[in-house]
C-alpha cells in the first residue's frame, strides 16, 4: 500500500498541475515559455510555489532529491530570467533564455513522474520505488523528449529569425 498523502500533499499536487498545464498550453501554442505572457506568468508563480510547498514534504525528514531537483529548476528560470540582459551571450541570449525555461519544465516532473507511478492506482501502484525500471524509463523516456524537444525549439526559433 503507498503512504497516504497528506493535506500538504494534496496541495502542493494540486498547485504543481499549474505549472504543468501552463507549460504544456505554453509550448503547444507559442513553442515557448514566454514569462510577457499570461501562460508563462502563470508557469512561474506555478513553478515558484510549487518548489515552495515541496520543501513542507519529506518522506526521509530531510532534504530529498526532489527538493534539490526544485531549487535547480527555480535557477534555471531565474538564468534564463537573467540571460535576455547580458549582452556578452550575444544572438545566443533568446535560446539560452528557453533552454532555461525548459529545463525547469523538465525538471519539475521528474519527481512527479516517481510520485505518480510509485503511487497510482491506490490499491496497486505501478512501481514499487524510484529503482524500479518502470520509473527508471520512464525518465529516461523524459529526458529524450527533453532533448528532442529543444533541439526542436532552437529549429524554431532560428527558422523564425531567418524569416
Do not use: C, K
Request: glycine share 12%; aromatic share 10%.
Amino acid at each position: 500500500m503507498p503512504h497516504p498523502i497528506s493535506p500538504l500533499g494534496a496541495f502542493h499536487t494540486a498547485i504543481s498541475l499549474l505549472p504543468l498545464a501552463a507549460g504544456l498550453y505554453s509550448f503547444a501554442r507559442h513553442r515557448a515559455i514566454d514569462p510577457a505572457r499570461p501562460p508563462g506568468r502563470v508557469y512561474l508563480a506555478g513553478l515558484v510555489l510549487s518548489v515552495l510547498t515541496a520543501f513542507g514534504l519529506s518522506s526521509t525528514g530531510g532534504i530529498n532529491a526532489g527538493h534539490i531537483l526544485g531549487i535547480l529548476a527555480l535557477l534555471a528560470v531565474g538564468g534564463a530570467l537573467l540571460v535576455p540582459r547580458l549582452s556578452f551571450f550575444g544572438r545566443a541570449r533568446p535560446y539560452l533564455a528557453q533552454l532555461g525555461f525548459s529545463f525547469s519544465f523538465f525538471l519539475l516532473l521528474v519527481p512527479g513522474i516517481n510520485e505518480t507511478l510509485t503511487r497510482l492506482p491506490v490499491a496497486h501502484p505501478l512501481a514499487a520505488g524510484p529503482d524500479s525500471p518502470l520509473v527508471r524509463g520512464a525518465l529516461a523516456t523524459w529526458a529524450g523528449i527533453f532533448v528532442l524537444g529543444a533541439l526542436l525549439q532552437w529549429w524554431w526559433m532560428r527558422s523564425q529569425r531567418n524569416a
